[in-house]
């Protein structure tokens, strides 16, 4: 959910979707990132999503080390709503399983078999993960937490990213940059609204999979966070910032839910030694995390 130096949908994705007349530029839309789930609503999710670490370790001034690291997860299931919370967000889902494997380098093994059920929780702000019928291993669950995450937001896409007014397409409006800088905090990452700047478009109108629909990106950009949690001991953090892209195809039809969305977050740290076997150096770290959803609905 988060996004103009790069296109996050893949071209094959949107050249495949047929361009409403040139006339449509003019008219006005309602912008709505976050749509009504229903109770027993059933849809089929073609997720990837991967993480990618690049660590480099300077002594003196020289290069000592460097590690990279990327771990990727790709999922295909069809998902059933089983329970809403008292707001109408999904509470609980069921996914049963077509296709679940995790790619580590060269290697690709299998998470979960084809027709496993798993069903996804949402404590508070928590998902759970357990496997009916089996063992849901840390490693799995980790997996999962790629594309599902690893909490949700108490506030939502339109309050963050949405817009009140109704936009023409090629029209641009800025993010919440408070609210974005509150719900981060609720996350344990600090950062003041001041160093929040992103913008959101209304990019095009298009036909995706048959269905009238509106395609909005976006990009988000924070200065001078506050990880701490992220910094070794015996160093001190020099600087740290994150960038985020968003892309998703939204049905212009309010009642139908999201088709597809595309999301990148980059993080960049810098820590500089300054007691014991630390002092002296310097530790650059370049976290990526990339995902992209299609989403086909089933009814119910």
């Given at each position: 959910?988060?996004?103009?130096?790069?296109?996050?949908i893949?071209?094959i994705a949107?050249g495949?979707?047929t361009?409403?007349?040139a006339t449509?530029t003019?008219?006005e839309?309602t912008?709505?990132?976050t749509?009504?789930?229903?109770s027993?609503?059933r849809y089929?999710?073609?997720?990837?999503a991967s993480r990618?670490?690049?660590v480099v370790?300077?002594?003196?001034?020289?290069?000592?080390a460097e590690?990279?690291?990327k771990?990727s997860?790709?999922?295909?299931?069809?998902?059933?709503?089983?329970?809403?919370n008292?707001?109408?967000?999904?509470?609980?889902k069921m996914?049963?399983?077509?296709?679940?494997?995790?790619?580590e380098?060269?290697?690709r093994?299998?998470?979960?078999a084809?027709?496993d059920?798993v069903i996804i929780a949402?404590?508070d702000?928590?998902?759970t993960f357990?496997l009916?019928?089996?063992?849901?291993?840390?490693s799995v669950t980790?997996?999962?937490?790629l594309i599902f995450?690893?909490?949700?937001?108490?506030?939502d896409?339109?309050?963050?990213?949405?817009?009140r007014q109704?936009r023409?397409?090629g029209?641009?409006?800025?993010?919440?940059?408070?609210?974005?800088?509150?719900?981060?905090?609720s996350?344990g990452?600090e950062?003041?609204?001041?160093q929040v700047?992103?913008?959101m478009?209304l990019?095009?109108r298009?036909k995706?999979?048959?269905?009238?629909?509106?395609?909005i990106?976006?990009?988000?950009k924070?200065?001078?966070?506050?990880?701490s949690?992220?910094?070794?001991?015996?160093y001190?953090l020099?600087s740290a910032?994150?960038?985020?892209?968003?892309?998703g195809v939204?049905?212009i039809n309010l009642?139908?839910?999201?088709?597809y969305?595309?999301?990148?977050?980059?993080?960049?740290?810098?820590?500089?030694?300054?007691t014991?076997i630390?002092?002296g150096?310097?530790?650059?770290v370049?976290?990526?995390?990339?995902?992209?959803?299609k989403?086909t609905?089933?009814?119910?």
């Amino acid at each position: 959910m988060f996004q103009a130096a790069r296109r996050l949908i893949p071209a094959i994705a949107l050249g495949c979707g047929t361009l409403l007349s040139a006339t449509a530029t003019a008219q006005e839309f309602t912008i709505r990132l976050t749509r009504p789930s229903l109770s027993g609503q059933r849809y089929r999710l073609v997720a990837e999503a991967s993480r990618t670490r690049h660590v480099v370790t300077k002594k003196d001034g020289e290069v000592v080390a460097e590690q990279q690291s990327k771990k990727s997860i790709e999922l295909d299931a069809v998902v059933t709503v089983s329970r809403l919370n008292a707001k109408g967000r999904v509470a609980q889902k069921m996914l049963v399983i077509q296709r679940c494997v995790q790619i580590e380098g060269k290697n690709r093994q299998e998470l979960l078999a084809k027709g496993d059920v798993v069903i996804i929780a949402k404590l508070d702000s928590t998902p759970t993960f357990r496997l009916v019928g089996g063992v849901m291993t840390p490693s799995v669950t980790k997996a999962l937490e790629l594309i599902f995450g690893t909490k949700s937001r108490a506030a939502d896409d339109d309050e963050l990213f949405g817009s009140r007014q109704r936009r023409k397409v090629g029209e641009s409006w800025p993010i919440n940059t408070e609210a974005v800088a509150r719900s981060l905090k609720s996350e344990g990452i600090e950062v003041k609204s001041e160093q929040v700047s992103g913008k959101m478009q209304l990019a095009r109108r298009l036909k995706y999979a048959k269905i009238d629909s509106l395609h909005i990106s976006g990009r988000m950009k924070l200065a001078n966070v506050a990880f701490s949690a992220a910094v070794l001991p015996g160093y001190e953090l020099v600087s740290a910032s994150a960038e985020g892209t968003f892309s998703g195809v939204f049905p212009i039809n309010l009642a139908q839910g999201k088709l597809y969305d595309a999301k990148t977050m980059n993080v960049d740290l810098v820590m500089r030694g300054k007691t014991g076997i630390a002092a002296g150096h310097e530790i650059t770290v370049r976290l990526e995390k990339k995902s992209q959803s299609k989403i086909t609905p089933l009814g119910r």
